[in-house]
Protein backbone atom coordinates (compact mmCIF):
# COMPACT_ATOMS: atom_id res chain seq x y z
CA UNK A 1 0.00 0.00 0.00
CA UNK A 2 1.22 3.39 -0.90
CA UNK A 3 1.92 5.76 1.77
CA UNK A 4 0.27 8.62 2.27
CA UNK A 5 1.84 12.21 1.07
CA UNK A 6 2.23 15.20 3.17
CA UNK A 7 0.34 17.27 0.67
CA UNK A 8 -2.10 14.39 0.34
CA UNK A 9 -2.74 14.28 4.01
CA UNK A 10 -2.57 17.90 4.50
CA UNK A 11 -5.32 18.34 2.03
CA UNK A 12 -7.56 15.66 3.36
CA UNK A 13 -6.87 17.20 6.94
CA UNK A 14 -8.26 20.62 5.86
CA UNK A 15 -10.82 19.31 4.00
CA UNK A 16 -12.09 17.25 7.09
CA UNK A 17 -11.57 20.13 9.54
CA UNK A 18 -13.43 22.65 7.19
CA UNK A 19 -16.26 20.02 7.42
CA UNK A 20 -15.91 19.84 11.21
CA UNK A 21 -17.06 24.10 11.31
CA UNK A 22 -19.97 23.66 9.43
CA UNK A 23 -21.36 20.27 12.21
CA UNK A 24 -24.00 21.64 14.48
CA UNK A 25 -23.00 21.72 18.17
CA UNK A 26 -23.80 18.06 19.29
CA UNK A 27 -22.34 16.80 16.23
CA UNK A 28 -19.26 18.81 17.09
CA UNK A 29 -19.35 16.73 20.52
CA UNK A 30 -19.69 13.51 18.71
CA UNK A 31 -17.09 13.65 16.43
CA UNK A 32 -14.42 15.16 18.91
CA UNK A 33 -14.92 12.33 21.34
CA UNK A 34 -14.86 9.94 18.96
CA UNK A 35 -11.33 11.56 17.52
CA UNK A 36 -9.61 10.68 20.30
CA UNK A 37 -10.42 7.11 20.03
CA UNK A 38 -9.68 7.02 16.52
CA UNK A 39 -5.98 8.52 17.29
CA UNK A 40 -5.36 5.60 19.18
CA UNK A 41 -6.62 3.24 16.58
CA UNK A 42 -4.46 5.03 14.29
CA UNK A 43 -1.57 4.85 15.97
CA UNK A 44 -1.89 1.04 16.71
CA UNK A 45 -2.66 0.32 13.30
CA UNK A 46 0.80 2.23 12.48
CA UNK A 47 2.80 0.01 14.95
CA UNK A 48 1.51 -3.47 13.40
CA UNK A 49 1.81 -2.10 10.15
CA UNK A 50 5.54 -0.68 10.04
CA UNK A 51 6.59 -2.88 13.38
CA UNK A 52 8.94 -0.02 14.66
CA UNK A 53 11.89 -0.84 16.45
CA UNK A 54 11.43 1.96 19.20
CA UNK A 55 7.17 1.65 19.99
CA UNK A 56 7.11 2.52 23.44
CA UNK A 57 7.06 6.39 22.30
CA UNK A 58 4.16 5.44 19.96
CA UNK A 59 2.63 3.35 22.48
CA UNK A 60 2.29 5.55 25.15
CA UNK A 61 1.14 8.40 22.28
CA UNK A 62 -1.76 6.15 21.54
CA UNK A 63 -2.82 5.78 25.28
CA UNK A 64 -2.53 9.70 26.12
CA UNK A 65 -5.29 10.18 22.79
CA UNK A 66 -7.09 7.45 24.64
CA UNK A 67 -7.03 9.26 27.84
CA UNK A 68 -8.37 12.45 26.27
CA UNK A 69 -10.86 10.54 24.55
CA UNK A 70 -12.12 9.53 27.78
CA UNK A 71 -11.55 12.83 29.55
CA UNK A 72 -13.98 14.54 26.59
CA UNK A 73 -16.43 11.97 27.04
CA UNK A 74 -16.97 12.58 30.42
CA UNK A 75 -17.02 16.52 30.01
CA UNK A 76 -19.83 15.89 27.13
CA UNK A 77 -21.61 13.48 29.99
CA UNK A 78 -21.21 16.47 32.65
CA UNK A 79 -22.79 18.91 30.76
CA UNK A 80 -25.40 16.69 29.21
CA UNK A 81 -26.47 15.08 32.58
CA UNK A 82 -25.65 17.90 35.12
CA UNK A 83 -25.26 21.31 32.77
CA UNK A 84 -22.19 22.09 34.19
CA UNK A 85 -18.65 21.15 34.36
CA UNK A 86 -17.09 20.89 38.27
CA UNK A 87 -13.92 21.90 38.55
CA UNK A 88 -11.74 19.94 39.06
CA UNK A 89 -13.84 16.90 38.06
CA UNK A 90 -12.96 13.29 36.81
CA UNK A 91 -12.52 14.51 33.58
CA UNK A 92 -9.90 17.04 34.49
CA UNK A 93 -8.08 13.75 36.29
CA UNK A 94 -8.28 11.75 32.85
CA UNK A 95 -6.90 15.27 31.05
CA UNK A 96 -3.83 15.72 33.21
CA UNK A 97 -3.07 11.99 33.05
CA UNK A 98 -2.90 12.03 29.46
CA UNK A 99 -1.28 15.56 29.70
CA UNK A 100 1.91 13.00 31.57
CA UNK A 101 1.37 10.54 29.35
CA UNK A 102 2.53 12.72 26.80
CA UNK A 103 5.37 14.02 28.12
CA UNK A 104 6.90 10.11 29.18
CA UNK A 105 5.97 9.62 25.46
CA UNK A 106 8.32 12.25 24.22
CA UNK A 107 10.92 12.25 27.39
CA UNK A 108 11.25 8.43 26.60
CA UNK A 109 11.68 8.96 22.76
CA UNK A 110 14.20 11.52 23.01
CA UNK A 111 15.92 9.27 25.57
CA UNK A 112 16.07 6.25 23.44
CA UNK A 113 17.65 8.62 20.54
CA UNK A 114 21.07 8.53 22.62
CA UNK A 115 21.88 11.21 21.31
CA UNK A 116 22.41 14.10 24.24
CA UNK A 117 22.22 17.22 23.06
CA UNK A 118 23.04 19.97 25.98
CA UNK A 119 22.20 23.11 23.19
CA UNK A 120 18.64 22.41 22.32
CA UNK A 121 18.16 21.44 26.45
CA UNK A 122 19.18 24.86 27.22
CA UNK A 123 16.96 26.12 24.46
CA UNK A 124 14.05 24.50 25.64
CA UNK A 125 14.55 25.15 29.40
CA UNK A 126 14.66 29.01 28.75
CA UNK A 127 11.90 29.30 26.64
CA UNK A 128 9.74 27.05 29.40
CA UNK A 129 11.34 29.75 32.39
CA UNK A 130 10.31 32.44 30.17
CA UNK A 131 6.85 30.95 29.43
CA UNK A 132 6.55 30.28 33.36
CA UNK A 133 7.34 33.81 33.98
CA UNK A 134 4.71 35.10 31.67
CA UNK A 135 2.19 33.08 32.76
CA UNK A 136 2.41 33.31 35.95
CA UNK A 137 2.48 36.62 35.85
CA UNK A 138 -0.51 37.61 34.03
CA UNK A 139 -2.74 34.07 35.00
CA UNK A 140 -1.71 33.79 38.79
CA UNK A 141 -4.37 36.46 39.95
CA UNK A 142 -7.70 34.94 37.59
CA UNK A 143 -6.35 31.10 37.89
CA UNK A 144 -6.62 31.21 41.60
CA UNK A 145 -9.71 33.29 41.74
CA UNK A 146 -11.27 31.08 39.59
CA UNK A 147 -10.32 28.25 42.16
CA UNK A 148 -12.85 29.71 44.69
CA UNK A 149 -10.67 29.31 47.40
CA UNK A 150 -10.76 25.56 46.95
CA UNK A 151 -6.94 24.31 47.46
CA UNK A 152 -7.95 21.38 45.13
CA UNK A 153 -8.90 23.19 42.17
CA UNK A 154 -6.17 25.57 42.21
CA UNK A 155 -3.66 22.67 42.63
CA UNK A 156 -5.18 20.93 39.51
CA UNK A 157 -4.89 24.96 37.46
CA UNK A 158 -1.29 24.77 38.65
CA UNK A 159 -0.84 21.24 37.29
CA UNK A 160 -2.69 22.27 33.67
CA UNK A 161 -0.08 25.24 33.53
CA UNK A 162 2.68 23.12 34.54
CA UNK A 163 1.85 20.40 31.96
CA UNK A 164 1.86 22.65 29.37
CA UNK A 165 4.95 24.45 29.69
CA UNK A 166 6.32 20.86 30.19
CA UNK A 167 5.19 19.50 27.11
CA UNK A 168 6.08 22.75 25.43
CA UNK A 169 9.35 22.55 26.63
CA UNK A 170 10.08 18.54 25.36
CA UNK A 171 8.16 19.60 22.22
CA UNK A 172 10.93 22.55 21.53
CA UNK A 173 13.84 19.87 22.46
CA UNK A 174 12.31 17.58 19.94
CA UNK A 175 12.33 20.04 17.18
CA UNK A 176 15.89 21.18 17.93
CA UNK A 177 17.33 17.77 18.53
CA UNK A 178 18.06 14.76 16.26
CA UNK A 179 15.44 12.11 17.92
CA UNK A 180 14.33 10.50 14.95
CA UNK A 181 14.21 12.08 11.26
CA UNK A 182 12.86 15.38 10.90
CA UNK A 183 9.35 14.58 9.18
CA UNK A 184 8.67 12.53 11.82
CA UNK A 185 9.71 15.17 14.25
CA UNK A 186 8.01 17.82 13.05
CA UNK A 187 4.52 15.72 12.44
CA UNK A 188 4.65 14.65 16.01
CA UNK A 189 5.87 18.58 17.21
CA UNK A 190 2.99 20.10 15.22
CA UNK A 191 0.09 17.98 16.26
CA UNK A 192 0.93 18.18 20.14
CA UNK A 193 1.66 21.97 19.10
CA UNK A 194 -2.22 22.50 17.95
CA UNK A 195 -3.61 21.05 21.05
CA UNK A 196 -1.12 23.11 23.33
CA UNK A 197 -2.54 26.19 21.67
CA UNK A 198 -5.82 24.88 21.61
CA UNK A 199 -5.52 24.34 25.49
CA UNK A 200 -4.09 27.79 26.50
CA UNK A 201 -7.11 29.58 24.51
CA UNK A 202 -9.47 27.24 26.51
CA UNK A 203 -7.58 28.67 29.83
CA UNK A 204 -7.30 31.87 29.05
CA UNK A 205 -10.81 32.66 27.73
CA UNK A 206 -12.49 30.53 30.67
CA UNK A 207 -10.50 32.62 32.95
CA UNK A 208 -11.02 36.07 31.40
CA UNK A 209 -15.15 34.62 31.69
CA UNK A 210 -15.50 35.83 27.98
CA UNK A 211 -17.35 33.56 25.75
CA UNK A 212 -15.19 31.42 24.05
CA UNK A 213 -14.83 30.65 20.05
CA UNK A 214 -15.34 27.18 20.93
CA UNK A 215 -15.25 25.59 17.14
CA UNK A 216 -12.13 27.32 16.69
CA UNK A 217 -11.02 25.87 20.23
CA UNK A 218 -12.26 22.68 18.86
CA UNK A 219 -10.16 23.10 15.39
CA UNK A 220 -7.08 22.64 17.40
CA UNK A 221 -7.69 19.66 19.76
CA UNK A 222 -9.21 17.75 16.60
CA UNK A 223 -6.40 18.87 14.24
CA UNK A 224 -3.64 17.31 16.99
CA UNK A 225 -5.47 13.87 16.39
CA UNK A 226 -5.79 13.96 12.80
CA UNK A 227 -1.83 14.94 12.38
CA UNK A 228 -0.62 12.17 14.62
CA UNK A 229 -2.76 9.49 13.16
CA UNK A 230 -1.47 10.42 10.00
CA UNK A 231 1.92 10.65 11.67
CA UNK A 232 1.92 7.18 13.03
CA UNK A 233 0.36 5.82 9.66
CA UNK A 234 3.13 7.23 7.65
CA UNK A 235 6.56 4.49 6.91
CA UNK A 236 8.68 7.74 8.45
CA UNK A 237 6.98 6.95 12.04
CA UNK A 238 9.48 4.10 12.63
CA UNK A 239 12.54 6.69 12.96
CA UNK A 240 10.95 8.36 16.35
CA UNK A 241 13.23 7.83 18.70
CA UNK A 242 16.02 6.82 16.57
CA UNK A 243 19.35 8.75 15.89
CA UNK A 244 18.72 11.03 12.96
CA UNK A 245 21.64 11.34 10.58
CA UNK A 246 21.64 15.17 10.28
CA UNK A 247 23.40 17.32 12.89
CA UNK A 248 21.21 19.88 14.75
CA UNK A 249 22.60 22.91 13.79
CA UNK A 250 23.61 26.59 16.31
CA UNK A 251 21.62 28.81 14.05
CA UNK A 252 23.38 31.74 15.18
CA UNK A 253 20.37 34.29 14.21
CA UNK A 254 17.84 32.46 15.92
CA UNK A 255 20.18 32.08 19.02
CA UNK A 256 20.71 35.57 18.95
CA UNK A 257 17.11 37.04 18.68
CA UNK A 258 16.50 34.50 21.73
CA UNK A 259 19.41 36.40 23.81
CA UNK A 260 17.32 40.08 22.98
CA UNK A 261 14.08 38.52 23.82
CA UNK A 262 15.14 36.96 27.21
CA UNK A 263 17.41 40.29 27.87
CA UNK A 264 14.36 42.31 27.51
CA UNK A 265 12.38 40.04 29.08
CA UNK A 266 13.65 40.11 32.82
CA UNK A 267 13.23 43.94 33.27
CA UNK A 268 9.93 44.14 31.32
CA UNK A 269 8.39 41.35 33.73
CA UNK A 270 9.94 43.39 36.68
CA UNK A 271 8.11 46.48 35.45
CA UNK A 272 4.70 44.57 35.12
CA UNK A 273 4.83 43.38 37.96
CA UNK A 274 5.25 46.88 39.99
CA UNK A 275 2.98 48.27 37.92
CA UNK A 276 0.13 45.44 38.55
CA UNK A 277 0.26 46.36 42.27
CA UNK A 278 3.54 43.67 43.30
CA UNK A 279 2.71 41.63 45.45
CA UNK A 280 4.10 38.80 48.07
CA UNK A 281 5.33 36.28 44.57
CA UNK A 282 7.93 38.86 43.83
CA UNK A 283 10.66 36.90 44.75
CA UNK A 284 8.96 34.17 41.98
CA UNK A 285 9.90 36.88 39.12
CA UNK A 286 13.29 37.52 40.84
CA UNK A 287 14.20 33.83 40.95
CA UNK A 288 12.76 32.85 37.31
CA UNK A 289 14.98 36.27 35.92
CA UNK A 290 18.26 34.86 37.69
CA UNK A 291 17.17 31.76 36.13
CA UNK A 292 16.75 33.42 32.83
CA UNK A 293 19.94 35.08 33.14
CA UNK A 294 22.20 32.29 33.91
CA UNK A 295 20.58 30.64 31.27
CA UNK A 296 21.43 33.52 28.47
CA UNK A 297 24.17 33.94 29.90
CA UNK A 298 25.43 29.89 29.21
CA UNK A 299 23.91 30.88 25.66
CA UNK A 300 26.32 33.83 25.22
CA UNK A 301 29.13 31.83 26.64
CA UNK A 302 28.35 29.06 24.00
CA UNK A 303 28.35 31.62 21.30
CA UNK A 304 31.23 33.10 21.87
CA UNK A 305 33.03 29.42 21.96
CA UNK A 306 31.82 28.91 18.93
CA UNK A 307 32.76 31.81 17.21
CA UNK A 308 36.05 31.37 19.14
CA UNK A 309 36.63 27.92 17.05
CA UNK A 310 35.23 29.44 14.08
CA UNK A 311 37.93 31.81 13.87
CA UNK A 312 40.22 29.25 14.85
CA UNK A 313 39.40 26.91 11.85
CA UNK A 314 39.03 29.97 9.51
CA UNK A 315 42.88 31.10 10.00
CA UNK A 316 43.66 27.08 9.64
CA UNK A 317 41.90 27.02 6.18
CA UNK A 318 43.87 30.65 5.49
CA UNK A 319 46.93 29.16 6.15
CA UNK A 320 46.37 26.08 4.18
CA UNK A 321 45.03 28.23 0.99
CA UNK A 322 48.08 30.11 0.85
CA UNK A 323 50.50 27.22 1.52
CA UNK A 324 48.87 25.91 -1.94
CA UNK A 325 49.26 29.68 -3.35
CA UNK A 326 52.63 29.97 -2.50
CA UNK A 327 54.20 26.30 -2.27
CA UNK A 328 54.60 23.98 -4.95
CA UNK A 329 52.79 20.58 -4.04
CA UNK A 330 55.43 18.03 -4.52
CA UNK A 331 58.89 19.80 -3.09
CA UNK A 332 57.41 21.80 -0.60
CA UNK A 333 59.38 24.55 -1.77
CA UNK A 334 57.87 28.25 -2.72
CA UNK A 335 56.38 28.94 -6.36
CA UNK A 336 57.43 31.10 -9.01
CA UNK A 337 54.87 33.86 -6.93
CA UNK A 338 57.17 33.90 -4.01
CA UNK A 339 60.32 34.02 -6.48
CA UNK A 340 58.75 37.02 -8.34
CA UNK A 341 57.69 38.85 -4.83
CA UNK A 342 60.81 38.27 -3.41
CA UNK A 343 62.83 39.56 -6.51
CA UNK A 344 60.75 42.56 -6.49
CA UNK A 345 61.35 42.62 -2.62
CA UNK A 346 65.41 42.95 -3.82
CA UNK A 347 65.63 45.24 -6.62
CA UNK A 348 63.60 47.88 -3.55
CA UNK A 349 67.07 47.48 -1.51
CA UNK A 350 69.24 47.81 -4.29
CA UNK A 351 72.02 45.46 -2.98
CA UNK A 352 73.53 43.41 -4.98
CA UNK A 353 72.08 39.44 -5.70
CA UNK A 354 72.32 36.80 -8.07
CA UNK A 355 69.52 34.39 -9.18
CA UNK A 356 70.00 31.03 -11.14
CA UNK A 357 68.08 28.83 -12.97
CA UNK A 358 68.66 25.03 -12.93
CA UNK A 359 67.34 22.71 -15.45
CA UNK A 360 68.03 18.91 -14.65
CA UNK A 361 69.78 17.28 -17.75
CA UNK A 362 67.99 13.95 -19.35
CA UNK A 363 65.08 14.38 -16.83
CA UNK A 364 63.04 13.04 -19.44
CA UNK A 365 65.37 9.86 -19.79
CA UNK A 366 64.65 9.53 -16.28
CA UNK A 367 60.28 9.00 -16.21
CA UNK A 368 60.67 7.02 -19.73
CA UNK A 369 63.49 4.41 -18.25
CA UNK A 370 62.54 4.43 -14.68
CA UNK A 371 59.34 5.80 -14.51
CA UNK A 372 57.26 9.23 -13.06
CA UNK A 373 57.59 8.20 -9.50
CA UNK A 374 61.70 8.10 -9.40
CA UNK A 375 61.00 11.22 -11.37
CA UNK A 376 59.05 13.00 -8.78
CA UNK A 377 62.07 11.13 -5.80
CA UNK A 378 64.64 12.73 -8.03
CA UNK A 379 63.02 16.05 -7.88
CA UNK A 380 62.03 15.85 -4.16
CA UNK A 381 65.84 14.83 -3.67
CA UNK A 382 67.44 17.49 -5.94
CA UNK A 383 65.08 20.08 -3.81
CA UNK A 384 66.31 18.57 -0.66
CA UNK A 385 69.93 18.95 -1.41
CA UNK A 386 69.90 22.73 -2.47
CA UNK A 387 67.72 23.55 0.88
CA UNK A 388 70.46 21.92 2.49
CA UNK A 389 73.85 23.43 1.27
CA UNK A 390 72.00 26.73 0.24
CA UNK A 391 70.94 27.11 4.01
CA UNK A 392 68.50 29.43 4.64
CA UNK A 393 70.39 32.84 3.58
CA UNK A 394 69.66 31.77 -0.16
CA UNK A 395 65.66 30.96 -1.87
CA UNK A 396 65.19 27.94 -3.92
CA UNK A 397 61.94 27.61 -5.38
CA UNK A 398 60.32 25.02 -7.89
CA UNK A 399 59.46 27.04 -11.19
CA UNK A 400 57.67 23.65 -12.61
CA UNK A 401 59.00 20.70 -14.55
CA UNK A 402 62.36 19.52 -13.80
CA UNK A 403 63.50 23.78 -13.41
CA UNK A 404 64.40 24.93 -10.19
CA UNK A 405 65.30 28.84 -9.25
CA UNK A 406 68.10 30.00 -6.15
CA UNK A 407 68.10 33.33 -5.59
CA UNK A 408 71.22 34.67 -3.36
CA UNK A 409 73.15 36.94 -2.35
CA UNK A 410 76.76 37.84 -3.50
CA UNK A 411 78.58 37.31 -7.13
CA UNK A 412 77.48 34.95 -9.33
CA UNK A 413 80.53 32.81 -9.54
CA UNK A 414 80.45 32.09 -6.12
CA UNK A 415 77.02 30.71 -6.71
CA UNK A 416 77.83 29.02 -9.51
CA UNK A 417 80.10 26.67 -7.50
CA UNK A 418 77.92 26.20 -4.62
CA UNK A 419 75.50 25.24 -6.52
CA UNK A 420 78.30 22.82 -8.37
CA UNK A 421 78.42 21.26 -4.82
CA UNK A 422 75.06 20.52 -4.28
CA UNK A 423 73.77 18.64 -7.32
CA UNK A 424 77.05 16.38 -6.50
CA UNK A 425 75.57 15.53 -3.01
CA UNK A 426 72.88 14.15 -5.40
CA UNK A 427 73.13 11.30 -6.97
CA UNK A 428 70.60 9.84 -10.10
CA UNK A 429 68.44 7.19 -10.29
CA UNK A 430 70.23 3.35 -10.74
CA UNK A 431 74.03 4.75 -11.01
CA UNK A 432 76.02 6.55 -8.22
CA UNK A 433 77.04 9.50 -10.66
CA UNK A 434 75.84 13.28 -9.61
CA UNK A 435 72.53 15.08 -10.82
CA UNK A 436 73.51 16.61 -14.15
CA UNK A 437 72.16 20.21 -14.71
CA UNK A 438 72.67 23.33 -16.85
CA UNK A 439 72.99 26.20 -14.80
CA UNK A 440 72.45 30.01 -15.71
CA UNK A 441 73.19 33.01 -13.33
CA UNK A 442 72.56 36.75 -13.76
CA UNK A 443 73.92 39.05 -11.35
CA UNK A 444 71.40 42.14 -10.73
CA UNK A 445 74.03 44.63 -11.92
CA UNK A 446 73.50 42.98 -15.34
CA UNK A 447 69.53 43.81 -15.45
CA UNK A 448 67.96 47.23 -15.56
CA UNK A 449 66.06 46.96 -12.61
CA UNK A 450 63.43 44.37 -13.80
CA UNK A 451 62.97 41.21 -12.04
CA UNK A 452 61.51 39.76 -15.62
CA UNK A 453 65.01 41.06 -17.49
CA UNK A 454 66.97 39.35 -15.10
CA UNK A 455 64.94 36.15 -15.49
CA UNK A 456 65.41 36.47 -19.22
CA UNK A 457 69.28 36.40 -18.74
CA UNK A 458 69.69 33.76 -16.44
CA UNK A 459 67.64 31.16 -19.01
CA UNK A 460 69.18 32.89 -21.56
CA UNK A 461 72.70 31.50 -20.01
CA UNK A 462 71.16 28.36 -18.88
CA UNK A 463 70.11 27.40 -22.19
CA UNK A 464 73.90 28.30 -23.33
CA UNK A 465 75.16 26.13 -20.88
CA UNK A 466 72.87 23.04 -22.17
CA UNK A 467 73.47 23.74 -25.88
CA UNK A 468 77.03 23.35 -24.52
CA UNK A 469 76.29 20.00 -23.45
CA UNK A 470 74.97 20.89 -19.98
CA UNK A 471 76.14 19.65 -16.63
CA UNK A 472 77.72 22.96 -16.15
CA UNK A 473 76.90 26.45 -15.30
CA UNK A 474 77.00 29.56 -17.17
CA UNK A 475 77.17 33.39 -16.16
CA UNK A 476 75.10 35.79 -18.37
CA UNK A 477 77.11 37.90 -20.57
CA UNK A 478 76.18 40.70 -23.00
CA UNK A 479 77.14 38.94 -25.90
CA UNK A 480 74.68 35.86 -25.38
CA UNK A 481 71.38 38.46 -25.48
CA UNK A 482 73.12 39.95 -29.27
CA UNK A 483 73.51 36.12 -30.17
CA UNK A 484 70.03 35.58 -29.24
CA UNK A 485 68.62 38.36 -31.08
CA UNK A 486 70.85 37.26 -34.11
CA UNK A 487 70.17 33.63 -34.23
CA UNK A 488 66.12 35.00 -33.74
CA UNK A 489 66.60 37.14 -36.90
CA UNK A 490 68.05 34.39 -38.70
CA UNK A 491 65.25 32.43 -38.19
CA UNK A 492 62.73 34.80 -39.54
CA UNK A 493 64.22 35.37 -41.83
CA UNK A 494 64.73 32.52 -43.13
CA UNK A 495 62.10 31.47 -44.95
CA UNK A 496 61.41 34.55 -46.78
CA UNK A 497 65.36 33.26 -47.88
CA UNK A 498 64.12 30.56 -49.11
CA UNK A 499 61.34 31.33 -50.80
CA UNK A 500 63.53 34.69 -52.80
CA UNK A 501 66.26 32.45 -53.73
CA UNK A 502 68.78 33.84 -51.64
CA UNK A 503 70.11 30.99 -50.86
CA UNK A 504 72.49 29.25 -53.21
CA UNK A 505 73.69 25.00 -51.96
CA UNK A 506 77.06 24.36 -53.11
CA UNK A 507 77.71 20.82 -52.68
CA UNK A 508 80.95 18.82 -51.76
CA UNK A 509 81.52 15.51 -53.53
CA UNK A 510 82.87 12.87 -50.86
CA UNK A 511 85.57 10.27 -52.24
CA UNK A 512 86.39 7.34 -50.73
CA UNK A 513 89.89 6.39 -52.47
CA UNK A 514 91.30 2.25 -52.43
CA UNK A 515 95.17 2.50 -51.42
CA UNK A 516 95.54 0.10 -54.51
CA UNK A 517 93.87 1.99 -57.15
Request: include cysteine; hydrophobic fraction near 50%; charged fraction near 20%.
Amino acid sequence: MRPITGTGAALAGALLLSLYLVLPQLARNMVLDAAGFGCAAAILVGLRRHRPLHASPWLLLATGALLLGVGNVTFTVYRTGVGAVPFPSWADALVLAAYTVWAVALALALSRSRTPDALAWQDAATWAVAGLLVAWEWLREPMFAASGGSSAAAAVAVGYLLLDLTLLVLLVRLVAGRAGSPRVRKGVALSLGCFLVSDALFVLYGLSGTDQPRAAIELGWLACYLGLSATALHPSMVELGATSQQRSRDRGDRHQLLLIVIALLCPALALLHDLRGGGEDLGVILVGASTLFLLTSLRGARLLRELSRLTGELRIRESELEYRATRDPLTGLPNRTVLQEQLDVRFERAEPFSVALIDLDDFKEVNDTWGHDVGDQLLVSVADCLRTGLGTSALVSRLGGDEFAVLADGDPHSLAALLDRCLHSCTSPGTDEPVRASIGICSSSSADDTSNELLRHADLAMYVAKRAGGGGARVHEPSMSQDAAAALDRGSRLPSALQAGELTAWFQPVIERKPDA
